[in-house]
């Protein structure tokens, strides 16, 4: 079972390269290494990469708890086992309960918050309360044709009816009267997902179903002006945008600074000089590649910037792992346990053997 | 009588031109590609790049840069420049050569012609156009370098003379004497507003001295054109003596006002050493060379390492690897004549020559890791040099332990094949090139990407041992002595599979460790990273399947044949899908090689497989 395991995980492993060509590192992922099933062509089902990883986990733990002989000329073997069990219980763990995502901070400015990379969520702002802002939010398994958001006692209900993983907008000839806000004058239209995850622009459609009317609006990722929706005479605002997270701190971005090689544009280094804010202490600390900044289970890391003119924006990445540990114990095992095998293969370890 | 003495001229002359020494020309500090190097790598890499070579057939790079600075006439004439599609000699309208070979002037007229198709194609994504139109813009940009490398100093040429006194004065210049742009500088606000108004004046009443200073702005004009001549960044920074601090070319320092006392200095030296070069007298030539190298290093005093530069001029001439090849494939053929013969004297000598080849190859390796402060393994050639280098050290290992000759075969095989292969990714530029800012760590390079490495030599070497495994097989002799002992084949394969199993493991994780640590995800299946799971996995696989029975040594060794396509693969057809962080140095050949060498070695191990279980039979029978 293990073995044809991994014959059918290296089969997928090089299909799903290959298709990272045609579209793009996070689809393929999606596709073939995620996945319970895979459909070929689209009809003939097969198993994905996490069923396939599943059945060698399963393989290993069983090989682990009934399979163990505790024989010295066997130990090597055996420790290796439990270091590659952890490998995957570690994948397994960081797969279901990490996140992350990317956090953007201008020069002088401050943030306590990061968006996912991949997954998105509408995010209804009802402002009435005017010295605290209520988000109310609905996660990516809302944006589907025929779900109802509702309840978190708002007036009104809210029914998608077309949902675009990747959209553009086109003027329409005739404004649509049926719509309101930016609906009237745009169309969204469904366009092929991006090789680039980051390039998807998604949009939504969908019905307000209030007390006393219903009308039709449409939203898309990253609208200059929020659409505003008015029920009962109180205006809320709503927004599809990628999903959020809050830190339990604030990060302040002092300075951004790149080096580059001399007399080139070639990036040297490049690093931000921020103060890290828990409970109004400052503390002055630097992000740069290669050095990330630990904090309460969050680790924040140098991954971008953007420059225009003379302002400076720092693109950090973050993220929450709890399994981060167990790459670093496996590898540690599973070295010791290859490095005992060639050792008692070589006879080195000889001496400790009675007599068999 | 007559022809004697020309003769004697002749020997004369050419005693004279060998007298002038380019090596230590080649030691001279330049910065390129954001790297403080010896003029003779910014000589060898452009000369690389326009004639596949680093050094002329009749020259070296040295004296090759030496003439394109000072001499431009011969070097627009010398055969530089490698054409060897004919589609682009018939688009160019030139005519198609033996060598390949063309020199400046044939080349760059032609161009000319069809500068508007070259300015369309420009727009047209690299993708789209066709290899000769791709090889046609590539030409464009070698022309275009190869006339920016020439003009460096072209303020220094004399192309200027003032015939009348009262200019003289007024411009504090010798009178009837050679003058270059640079005596000029000083004056030269004066001389283009001069010009300015007399342009305004009517023609006919210009003096002598107003026609004098027209001549003189539109000559200055046209040497100025030079001012975009940045390549050739010989002065050092002169205020900040930082790592970063910008290098200047000789245009950019006057035209941007970074002159100082030193750089007229300095430039005066250069403007010497042009004449010396002229005159070819060595004496003078040489006082120059140590003059430029001293203000530089006065100038560049804290930026500039000079043992590192020499210790670099020194190994691009000592070509260590070509020399490690030649004694590889010398231990090879000694090793075949003694399966031939059945010496034992031969397979020793040939196994002291693997030794002695690796010699050079480990020299090579180390200088590059002093020069580059950093460990050998940080660009696909570098990777393959060192991949070559862990096969040949676990094959003199296997052969000290065995004594054999298989040690010495596979060690041999490996050196000349790889070392071979890498020869051709040398022709990318320089090969010492800088690291992008996420790479730029020692530690991590040193770690994951030297364990892969050695796990990737590991495997090569278990990959030969599954060719010698099956032919000794299939060819077994009747003479027991003759053969070599097939149940220690099998026990060292798996041994050797073991060492591969364990870097490629260990390597991997390290990589995903430091993926860790760096943007904050151990695996992100980037194509390099899932070219690696994939290795781990054959390697498991195999190893299981002897295990559990499943194959029998000769499958196991055609499992181990494959091993090599499996690491081919993912060491070099990754970078073919071009996504991901791993992807650099895309050529398209390679696709062409790794199918090329996927299917001879899948046919091979099929063959000899088929063949070994057929023989198999006929035995039982």
């Known amino acids: 079972m293990f073995f044809f395991g991994l014959l059918w995980l290296m089969v997928l492993l090089t299909i799903g390269t290959i298709a990272q060509k045609d579209l793009g590192l996070y689809q393929a992922q999606q596709l073939y290494f995620s996945s319970w099933i895979v459909w070929f062509w689209g009809v003939i089902p097969a198993p994905g990469g996490q069923l396939t990883m599943g059945v060698i986990f399963i393989g290993l733990f069983a090989q682990l708890i009934f399979k163990t002989p505790l024989k010295l000329k066997t130990i090597g073997i055996s420790i290796t086992h439990l270091g590659a069990f952890l490998l995957i219980l570690g994948g397994i763990i960081t797969g279901y309960f990490s996140f992350e995502g990317s956090m953007i901070i201008d020069e002088g400015k401050t943030s306590s918050h990061f968006s996912d990379y991949h997954k998105l969520e509408i995010a209804i702002v009802d ?44 003027k329409r000839k005739i404004n649509n009267k049926d719509y309101k806000g930016f609906g009237k004058i745009f169309k969204l239209e469904h366009t092929t997902l991006a090789k680039e995850e980051t390039e998807n622009r998604s949009g939504i459609s969908f019905k307000l179903n209030g007390n006393k009317a219903t009308s039709l609006y449409s939203i898309i990722e990253d609208m200059p002006i929020k659409q505003s929706l008015v029920v009962d005479g109180v205006r809320y605002g709503i927004e599809i945008r990628h999903k959020r997270y809050n830190l339990p701190f604030e990060i302040e971005l002092l300075d951004f600074v790149k080096t580059d090689y001399a007399s080139t544009a070639m990036a040297k280094n490049y690093k931000s000089i921020v103060n890290l804010i828990d409970k109004k202490i400052k503390q002055r600390t630097i992000v740069q590649m290669n050095e990330p900044l630990r904090y309460k289970g969050y680790t924040l890391y140098q991954s971008s910037y953007l420059q225009e003119g003379e302002k400076e924006t720092t693109v950090l990445s973050v993220v929450h792992n709890r399994g981060r540990m167990f790459p670093y114990i496996s590898s540690i095992i599973i070295c010791i346990g290859i490095v005992i095998h060639l050792l008692v293969l070589a006879g080195f370890l000889n001496f400790l053997k009675r007599d068999e | 009588m007559k022809t004697i003495s020309l003769f004697i001229l002749m020997i004369f002359s050419l005693q004279l031109k060998a007298d002038i020494d380019f090596t230590e020309f080649g030691k001279i500090p330049i910065l390129h590609e954001g790297r403080i190097k010896p003029i003779n790598t910014f000589a060898r890499v452009n000369l690389l790049w326009f004639y596949e070579k680093s050094n002329l057939k009749e020259m070296d790079a040295n004296e090759w840069l030496a003439e394109l600075l000072f001499d431009r006439e011969s070097a627009f004439k010398r055969k530089v420049f490698r054409i060897r599609n004919i589609d682009v000699t018939k688009a160019l309208n030139i005519k198609h050569n033996k060598d390949h070979l063309f020199s400046f002037y044939e080349v760059s007229y032609p161009l000319k012609e069809v500068l508007p198709t070259i300015n369309k194609l420009y727009s047209i994504d690299e993708k789209l156009r066709t290899p000769s139109q791709n090889q046609i813009v590539a030409l464009y940009v070698k022309i275009l370098r190869y006339y920016e490398i020439a003009r460096s100093l072209s303020f220094i040429n004399e192309p200027f003379m003032i015939p009348l006194e009262s200019v003289a004065k007024d411009l504090e210049v010798d009178l009837n004497k050679k003058l270059s742009y640079l005596d000029l500088f000083k004056n030269k606000e004066m001389i283009f507003d001069k010009a300015e108004n007399l342009k305004k004046k009517d023609r006919k009443k210009l003096s002598k ?63 010497s050493l042009k004449k010396s ?215 060292s394969m798996k041994g050797v599979t073991l060492y591969a199993l364990f870097f490629t493991v260990l390597g991997t994780i390290l990589g995903g460790i430091w993926a860790d ?105």
């Open chain 1, 127 to 170: 402002s009435r309360p005017s010295d605290h802002r209520r988000v109310i939010t609905f996660d990516s398994s809302y944006m589907e044709k025929g779900k109802i958001l509702n309840g978190h006692d708002l007036p009104f209900s809210i029914e998608i009816i077309n949902f675009c993983g990747n959209c553009t907008y086109k």
């Open chain 2, 209 to 271: 001295p107003d026609i004098l200073y027209l001549i003189l702005a539109q000559q200055m004009y046209k040497v100025q054109s030079d001012e975009y001549s940045e390549i050739f960044k010989v002065v050092p920074p002169q205020f900040s003596k930082k790592e970063e601090s910008h290098w200047f070319s000789p245009w950019q320092t006057i035209q941007l006002g970074k002159g100082s006392p030193q750089t007229v200095q300095f430039f005066k030296f250069w403007n």
């Open chain 2, 277 to 491: 070069y002229k005159d070819q007298s060595s004496n003078q030539w040489n006082h120059d060379i140590s003059n430029i190298q001293k203000i530089s290093n006065i100038m560049g005093n804290g930026v500039i390492n000079k043992t590192k530069l020499n210790l670099e001029a020194n190994f691009n001439k000592a070509e260590y690897f070509t020399k490690a090849i030649s004694l590889y494939i010398l231990s090879f053929l000694l090793l075949s004549f003694s399966w031939l013969y059945k010496g034992l004297l031969f397979r020793r000598i040939s196994f002291g020559c693997l030794i002695l080849g690796s010699v050079p190859h480990i020299v090579g390796l180390t200088l590059r890791c002093i020069i580059m402060s950093r460990p050998p393994v940080s660009t696909l050639y570098e990777s393959i040099i060192s991949v070559a280098l862990v096969g040949v050290v676990g094959a003199i290992i296997y052969e000290r332990s065995k004594k054999d000759g298989i040690g010495t075969f596979i060690g041999t095989t490996l050196g000349v094949i790889l070392l071979f292969v890498s020869f051709s990714y040398e022709k990318g530029g320089d090969s010492m090139g800088m690291l992008a800012a996420v790479l730029n760590t020692n530690f991590w390079l040193a770690t994951h990407v030297v364990t892969i490495t050695i796990g990737y030599g590991c495997c090569f070497v278990a990959s030969v041992l599954g060719h010698v495994y099956l032919v000794q097989t299939y060819i077994k002799n009747k003479n027991p002595q003759k053969n070599f002992d097939l149940v220690g084949l099998n026990k």
């Open chain 2, 517 to 621: 640590q760096s943007w904050g995800r151990f695996w992100g299946w980037d194509p390099k990273e899932n070219g690696a799971l994939l290795i781990c996995l054959w390697l498991l696989f195999i190893l299981h399947g002897r295990l559990i029975g499943y194959f029998k040594p000769k499958m196991y060794a055609a499992g181990l044949i494959v091993t090599g396509i499996v690491v081919a693969v993912a060491w070099f057809g990754v970078n073919l899908l071009n996504v991901g962080l791993h992807s650099y140095g895309f050529t398209d050949s390679i696709a062409y090689n790794l199918l090329a060498f996927s299917l001879i070695e899948l046919v091979f191990a099929g063959t000899f497989l088929f063949l070994v279980l057929k023989k198999n039979k006929k035995d039982l029978v």
